[in-house]
């Protein structure tokens, strides 16, 4: 079993409408969660960090966290072409230095 | 906040040939280092990463080795290149001790022919 599973898509969603990003994680001891976004040929970038159970929201994103259900979700309102690249979901188990990466999930937004 | 330098930015070699990437940082002190490969297609591996100078963890067995000289620079090196160290090579930093955030540099392309 994967430690941080993604569907990788792609997922296609037209433009002003939401995308919603899924992820889920095997260890129940994960204490802090990221979201990264990575255009094409581009390094990842650091979007949404959440370390609490609920929805964190920032702009335009919003991410949703259930650590009983284990999982973590990213949620972009308005979509617009720009956020087509891949997502990926990272997760830190209490005292470790280190992340866990999902395989990332490609977003398409649909003019 | 930080700035992560990675050189160079692509890279053609052969194989056989030796291999050294450097990463460096600005505008912080004592980060955690971090090297990862994508590979095409592929999610992120951790290949090593460093708590302090001289301290490298390696995460996968393979003809890669790292070094931390300083406190804000980390190389990644190898001495024969295999096809199948192709990748987009990624440094990465930790900055804020008790907070888990890793940020990413450029990023190196190499490939090896």
């Known amino acids: 079993q994967k430690e941080v599973e993604q569907n990788s898509g792609p997922l296609s969603v037209p433009e002003g409408a939401i995308a919603s990003l899924n992820c889920t994680y095997s260890?129940?001891?994960?204490?802090?969660f990221f979201w990264y976004r990575q255009y094409s040929g581009k390094s990842p970038e650091l979007i949404m960090s959440?370390?609490?159970?609920g929805d964190k929201e920032d702009g335009r994103f919003t991410a949703q966290l259930n650590k009983a259900s284990q999982y973590v979700s990213l949620l972009i309102r308005d979509s617009q072409p720009s956020d087509s690249a891949t997502y990926l979901c990272?997760?830190?188990?209490?005292?470790?230095?280190?992340?866990?990466f999902g395989t990332g999930t490609r977003l398409t937004i649909i003019p | 906040s930080q700035t992560i330098h990675q050189w160079p930015a692509t890279l053609v070699q052969p194989v056989g040939s030796p291999l050294s990437l450097e990463c460096t940082v600005e505008?912080?002190?004592?980060?955690?280092l971090y090297w990862y490969r994508q590979a095409a297609g592929r999610g992120l591996q951790l290949l090593f990463y460093?708590?302090?100078?001289?301290?490298i963890s390696s995460e996968v067995p393979q003809n890669l080795s790292a070094s931390r000289p300083q406190d804000r620079q980390f190389i990644l090196s190898s001495k024969k290149l295999l096809l199948s160290d192709s990748g987009f090579y990624l440094c990465?930093?930790?900055?804020?001790?008790?907070?888990?955030?890793?940020?990413f540099g450029p990023g190196t392309r190499l490939t090896v022919t």
């Open positions: 990272a997760v830190n188990n209490f005292g470790n230095e280190k992340l866990t």
């Open positions: 260890d129940r001891v994960s204490q802090s």
């Open positions: 959440i370390y609490s159970n």
């Open positions: 505008g912080t002190s004592n980060p955690n």
């Open positions: 460093s708590v302090g100078i001289g301290q």
């Open positions: 990465a930093c930790k900055v804020t001790s008790g907070r888990y955030e890793q940020y």
